[in-house]
Every structure is written in C-alpha cells, then in structure tokens.
C-alpha cells in the first residue's frame, strides 16, 4: 500500500481526527500511568532500579498491547458498520472501492496509532531510569527525573491539544499538568 | 478507428470523497481530460452528480475503474461524441 493511497483512505475516512485523538488520550494515559507508577516507587522507599524498569516496561507493553487490541476491535466493526449503511444506500457492493480497503486497513492504522502512543510516551519517560542503571549520575536522582520527563511531557500532551482546539496553549498546558500534580499529591498522601 | 470525445454520466456517489476530490481523480486518468461536475442531488449518504468529460480519446474502462474504486456507481451514460477516423 502506497503512501499516496493511505492518504486518501485517511481522508475517506475522516481518520485523522481519530487517530489524533487517539495519540493525545492514550499518551496522556501512557505518560499519566508512568509517573503514577515511579511516584508509587518513590513513595515506598525502594529504589531497586531493576525492579522499578522492569515493572514500568512491562506497564508500557500492557498499556500498548491494549491501545491497539481495543481500537483494533472497536473500529473493525465501526467501520463495517459504515460501509454496510453506504452499500445500503448506493444499493451496489463496494468491494472494489476505497471505502472497502477503508474497513481493512484503517483500523490496523488507528490501533496502531493507539497502541503506540503510549508506548513510545512510556519508553521516553524511562531513559532516565536506563541511563542512572547505566552509570549515569543525575543530578535529582533517577526516579525524580522521570517523573520531571513525564510531567514535562503532560503539559506538551496539554499544549498540544490546546493548538488542536484553539485554546489558549498554556491554559490547556496547565491544566494537563494539574491534573498530573494532582495525581502525585494525592499517591504521596497514600503513600 | 473510432474514439470517444465527449461522455455525460448520470453518476451516484457516496459524500466522499468530495466532488473536487472526485473529479480530479477522473481528470488525471488522461492528459487532456477536461472534466466537469454538476451536483444534481443531495441526501443523507449520497450525492447525484453529472460528469461530463471531454478529450480527443477517452478510455470508457479506465473511466469506469476509477467511479468504482471512488465508491460511485455510474447509473447511466447520458450523451455520447463519438469521432470515426
């Protein structure tokens, strides 16, 4: 499948607002899980860095292999759906048309776009955690760090949605992060 | 050797991809296709439109792949020019 094709099945579709809000929502839960996970780590005293990678990395795989079974599932029959209620309504079989490679394809693209995001948004916010294992010496220690990355990538995640919307960029930026603070405020108090 | 120079279709087609979209689709099927739409109807799903496209040598065939991979359905041909060489 060319580049030129996928395009036009995107724009069939309507596909890149999904999967734009797709990579924010689940970066944001990728990114959000993370730093709910050091902060836990932080909290407890236990700072066995092996431990800590292993566990986020297997959280970041949980959270991948999620995002891209669920959307997967979920936009396969969105989409089949879709194309039964056009046929129905061209009263002809649409198999030969963009709108059928539609139904095979676009769902393999949004799930990945899903499963992805908070993937990549998880294996970012862990290299400090890989590069303290790897000698490194940092200057807020390895676990204080990550959660530095995770709450700078919240508030960008925020900012992001704020140019999408036409919000004000750092109004939309805060409130990410706000939500994040809140989210570590109330696991410090658990802890 | 005969050649085609002028088609009117009667075509049905889903709200995408647009009309604009559609057309240069057809129109790029050939160097000197001149395509024109006119939306006749609208509704919910579809939209009718009339397609006329003229050149010295039009191929029906590929003209016809091209409505269904957009998802139209080419309902009638209204007009025809045909040259005989």
């Not at chain 1, 955690?129 to 676990?143: E, H, Q, Y």
């Not at chain 2, 889903?14 to 129109?27: E, K």
């Amino acid at each position: 499948m060319e580049l030129k094709q996928i395009r036009a099945l995107l724009e069939i579709s309507h596909s890149e607002e999904i999967m734009r809000r797709y990579f924010v929502v689940n970066g944001f839960d990728g990114a959000l899980t993370m730093l709910g996970l050091i902060m836990g780590f932080y909290v407890s005293g236990s700072v066995d860095l092996a431990v800590v990678i292993t566990s986020c990395l297997a959280a970041a795989l949980a959270l991948g292999m999620s995002g891209i079974s669920s959307a997967y599932i979920s936009e396969a029959a969105e989409r089949r759906r879709i194309l039964t209620k056009l046929e129905e309504a061209m009263v002809t079989s649409l198999d030969e048309s963009h709108h059928a490679r539609a139904v095979t394809w676009i769902p393999w693209l949004v799930a990945l776009v899903n499963g992805i995001a908070p993937l990549l948004i998880a294996l970012i916010i862990i290299v400090p955690l890989w590069l303290a294992r790897g000698g490194m010496v940092l200057v807020f220690g390895p676990l204080l760090s990550a959660m530095a990355v995770a709450l700078v990538i919240i508030f960008l995640l925020g900012v992001f949605l704020g140019r999408v919307g036409g919000t004000f960029w750092l109004w939309s930026g805060l409130q990410s992060l706000a939500v994040a603070l809140v989210t570590v405020g109330l696991i410090y108090l658990i802890g | 050797m005969v050649s085609v120079q002028r088609l009117v279709l009667d075509i049905l087609k889903p709200h995408q991809p647009n009309a604009l979209v559609f057309t240069r689709a057809i129109a790029s099927l050939g160097e000197d296709y001149r395509v024109n739409v006119r939306v006749l109807e609208v509704d919910e799903q579809t939209e009718t439109l009339q397609m006329t496209i003229e050149g010295d040598r039009l191929d029906f065939e590929s003209i016809n792949s091209a409505i269904s991979e957009n998802g139209a359905s080419l309902h009638s041909i209204d007009e025809v020019s045909v040259v005989g060489k």
